[in-house]
């Protein structure tokens, strides 16, 4: 089944520490993953995906197919990076995604 | 560009009752896809359109419903309201059916209470 994993709800780190918000996705195909952000009263929108491999808000992610990860990076949270993040998988053409649970990030000065 | 725009933000229904929400999408996208968000279960697809056809739909019951006009524009039904049925409903819109260089865009989204 297709299933995306993110095993930590909250992850909570102090203004300047790296940040790591972990992905894994069960697919047996050739996946697309994204990164979704949701900031507080904002939108859902697009970070990343991963057929981009760009760096957004100092961002970034592999896709890792052997452990069929997509882990979200950044060298330096800043306050303004916690949110609620989701990493999503689509498949087989179709705009159907599956999306973990969320990792809500929370950055304190 | 105006985004993905969702009618009405709220709606507040009796169980038994039937809902219509409402989305246009972004100018020029004509996929739209319709998604559930509750805290228990997370974000849930529904379904898609594209040209005014359903291409794919979730595991939901048949209760729930949509369609998609020739502008584009959704809507989604939801018949015979459960308690169960409460969230919030996003819709989101893409350029493409599916693949390639074709992002979603969601809207603000739609929260149903069912009382």
């Known amino acids: 089944a297709q299933r995306v994993t993110q095993p930590e709800k909250l992850l909570s780190v102090f203004k300047g520490a790296p940040v790591e918000l972990k992905c894994n996705y069960s697919?047996?195909?050739?996946?697309?993953l994204f990164w979704y952000v949701q900031y507080s009263r904002q939108r859902l929108q697009l970070l990343l995906r991963h057929i981009s491999r760009e760096s957004i808000k100092g961002f970034t992610a592999d896709l890792n197919k052997g452990e069929t990860s997509f882990h979200l990076k950044k060298p330096f949270a800043q306050e303004e990076d916690s949110a609620m993040y989701y990493c999503a998988l689509r498949t087989g053409g179709y705009n159907k995604l599956i999306f973990g649970a969320g990792t809500r990030l929370a950055v304190h000065p | 560009k105006a985004g993905v725009t969702q009618t009405p933000r709220y709606l507040i229904k009796t169980r038994g009752q039937q809902v219509t929400l409402s989305c246009s999408p972004i100018?020029?996208?004509?996929?739209v896809s319709w998604y559930q968000q509750t805290p228990g279960q997370g974000l849930q697809f529904l379904f898609e359109?594209?040209?005014?056809?359903?291409?794919n739909k979730g595991n939901f019951p048949g209760r729930f419903s949509g369609r998609q006009f020739s502008n584009s524009r959704s809507e989604m039904n939801v018949s015979t309201l459960e308690l169960g049925d409460s969230a919030l409903y996003l819709c989101?819109?893409?350029?493409?059916?599916?693949?390639?260089?074709?992002?979603?865009?969601f809207g603000n989204g739609t929260r149903l209470t069912v009382t």
């Open positions: 359109y594209f040209s005014e056809t359903q291409r």
């Open positions: 697919y047996s195909g050739s996946p697309e």
């Open positions: 100018s020029g996208h004509r996929s």
């Open positions: 989101a819109s893409s350029s493409e059916p599916g693949g390639g260089n074709s992002p979603l865009h």
